[in-house]
Structure formats: structure tokens, C-alpha cells
């Protein structure tokens, strides 16, 4: 099915109308009809971005064909002075991913060519990698233009790249998770449960939330052990699963899109055995026309040296405010707490998932 960017944004409005109707008394499982759903606007066709996987692809040697995304194409400027970072959104309107200046805020660029991406991470080189929905496939931009795809098998919602540098994707549908370059790439995790983004660790440990859906009857924390995932006895309890991602040089970030009610928490988790303990939360507020800060697919960690895993000493934290239109990236201090800026640097702006490199 092909659709124009404003279809697919309607559709992306009534559906989540119909998740929140169909949203538990609490306001925490996602369905519609008794079933479960995909994140807010995501379908399972292609769009009009179909030809541009060749623009995307072909970009970094100058050598792409004149059909581009109606409302982007690649270009980048030089940052202003005193930039110390590079905030990368995910921007589904323009099928775009925007470069964000930080501290100014300023929009230096895009990397177009996409259809619906997602979640996203970076190496320790500083390329970032792009989990898209629709396309089912992971890219990789290095120098602001894609210059490798691999296929995920699947409705790709997110990434992580370890150490030793593995990347694997996280599928939304039929779920689980796969290695598509690095020592272990072919490795492939099954599961339905596990369709949200699971993330490294700076020892290469492998965690992910599950869903509600085989193997798990409730929301759950895992651990990959032994080419399997292993339950972790974690002592909160997750309302609606989200990302997993390194935050700093000690904790987890283990995210929830329902904490404590209508907002986005992570809790900082350490782990010991088969047990998770999570020792605090840092809770992105926000303020306009919706409280709910999107950390379902990645979130940004703003600090010195922050390529790969992120930086050691988290100093801040970006994310989009996903509900609004066009939807903002908050900044915000280490603790969260109320935004420190609201950047809409692109009139049509519709942002899901966000990572921080050096500039």
C-alpha cells in the first residue's frame, strides 16, 4: 500500500485514538479489539518512500536519482560555534533523520530516503543506525548519508550496537531479535513477546522488555543467557514495555511508557544474577499540549564522549514529545524533570526515537 506522508499521518492520529480506547482500565496494554498493536501510526504497508531506499543508499556517491521524499532531501551545514553535540531524531513526516545543533538547537541537517524510522543507536565511531518500520530493514549513516542496509526480517522498531561491535535490531512484528553485522552476525532470538528495543550493556549483556504475548502473560524484564532469554526477577513492575539502553557508566535504562501514570519513566536498574533492582527513576515531564515523552524506541544521553553506548556521566537527556503536532525534542537536566527546551526546528516535525553523538 502506498500513501502520502499526510495519509500516513492520519492514520497514525486514528490509531492512536483506537489504542487509547482500547487501553486497560489503568491505561497501560495496548490493543484494539482485544489484539495487540503496533506503536502509534505504524502500518504494515510500505509508503511513497519505496524508490527512495535506492536515494538513501546511493546518496553518499552523490549518485541518487531524482525521486526524493516530497517534503526532504539530504543536506547538512556547518554547526554554529560552540556545538559540543549532535542530537539525531527520527522524523516520520519527512522520513527523515534530523541533526540537531545541541546546545543551540539549531537544525544543521537531514538524512532523507527513509520510510518510517524508529528507534535509533550509534557506534563508538559515531555512525548512527536506523531501525525503519516500514522498509524492514536497519541503516547505517556515516558523514550524514547512509551507507549500508541490512534486511531485519521484520517491522523494525530499534537498535543496539555493543562493544565488540554486534548490532542487533529489535522487531515489533513477528518480534524478537537479530544480529545483522559484527563477530555474532546471523544470530537471531526469537520470540513475539520481545518486540520492543533490547540493549547492550558495556559488558555485552543482552536485555529487552517483554510484552504481552508469548512466552510472557504480563511485562517483564529479560536477559539474554546462553542464546535464550532468561526472566529476571525485577522488582517493579513495568505498566507498558519500552527501550532498554546503557544510561551511564553504572545502570540500565529500563524504560516505561506508563510511569507512574501518563508519563514516560526509565528506571536506573543494576543487576545481580537473575535479579534486577531498579534504584531510582528519572521521569521526563513536560509541558503544552501532552505530558507523555516518547522513550519506546531510544532516548538521548547527553554527556562527553557520548558515541556507542553512551556517554559515562549522563549531564542530560533528549526525547520528542511524541503526542503533540508538530512534535517537539525536549532537552531536559540528568534528573528529567521539567524540559530545559522545546525545539520544533521543522514546521511538519513528527519525531520517535532519538540518540547523541559527538558533533
Not at 65 to 71: A, D, F, I, S, Y
Request: charged share 10%.
Amino acid at each position: 500500500m502506498k500513501v502520502i506522508s499526510l495519509a500516513r499521518y492520519a492514520a497514525g492520529i486514528a490509531l492512536g485514538v483506537a489504542l487509547l480506547a482500547g487501553c486497560s482500565a489503568n491505561g497501560t496494554t495496548p490493543s484494539v479489539g482485544g489484539q495487540s498493536v503496533a506503536p502509534m501510526g505504524a502500518h504494515g504497508g510500505h509508503s511513497i518512500q519505496d524508490l527512495n531506499k535506492m536515494f538513501a543508499m546511493t546518496n553518499a556517491k552523490h549518485m541518487a536519482p531524482g525521486v526524493q521524499h516530497p517534503l526532504a532531501k539530504s543536506w547538512h551545514i556547518k554547526p554554529p560555534p560552540g556545538t559540543s553535540g549532535t542530537i539525531w531524531s527520527s522524523d516520520i513526516d519527512y522520513a527523515s533523520v534530523d541533526e540537531i545543533a545541541y546546545p543551540s538547537g539549531t537544525l544543521v541537517g537531514q538524512v532523507a530516503g527513509f520510510s518510517y524510522p524508529y528507534g535509533l543507536c550509534t557506534d563508538t565511531s559515531g555512525n548512527v543506525y536506523v531501525a525503519d518500520f516500514s522498509f524492514e530493514e536497519l541503516f547505517e549513516i556515516s558523514g550524514g548519508s547512509v551507507v549500508n542496509s541490512w534486511s531485519t526480517g521484520g517491522e523494525s522498531i530499534g537498535c543496539s550496537v555493543a562493544n565488540n561491535g554486534d548490532v542487533s535490531v529489535s522487531n515489533f512484528y513477528p518480534g524478537g531479535v537479530k544480529v545483522v553485522a559484527g563477530p555474532d552476525a546471523g544470530a537471531s532470538y526469537p520470540g513475539p513477546g520481545y518486540d520492543w528495543p533490547a540493549g547492550y550493556d558495556k559488558s555485552g549483556n543482552l536485555y529487552v522488555e517483554c510484552n504481552y504475548a508469548s512466552p510472557c502473560s504480563s511485562p517483564g524484564l529479560y536477559k539474554l543467557s546462553g542464546g535464550s532469554w532468561q526472566h529476571l526477577n525485577f522488582n517493579q513492575a513495568i505498566n507498558f514495555p519500552a527501550a532498554v539502553q546503557q544510561y551511564g557508566k553504572k545502570y540500565m535504562g529500563v524504560a516505561d511508557q506508563s510511569y507512574p501514570v501518563d508519563l514516560t519513566g526509565i528506571w536506573l536498574t543494576t543487576f545481580s544474577g537473575s535479579s534486577a533492582t531498579a534504584n531510582k527513576a528519572v521521569v521526563m515531564g513536560s509541558s503544552g499540549c501532552s505530558t507523555y515523552m516518547d522513550d519506546s524506541a531510544s532516548w538521548a544521553e547527553i554527556g562527553k564522549k557520548p558515541n556507542g553506548l553512551g556517554p559515562k556521566k549522563v549531564k542530560g537527556l533528549a526525547a520528542p514529545n511524541l503526542w503533540c503536532f508538530p512534535s517537539p525534542v525536549n532537552t531536559y537536566g540528568k534528573h528529567g524533570g521539567t524540559p530545559t527546551n522545546q525545539w520544533v526546528v521543522l514546521s511538519s516535525q513528527y519525531d520517535y526515537g532519538s540518540t547523541f553523538t559527538s558533533p
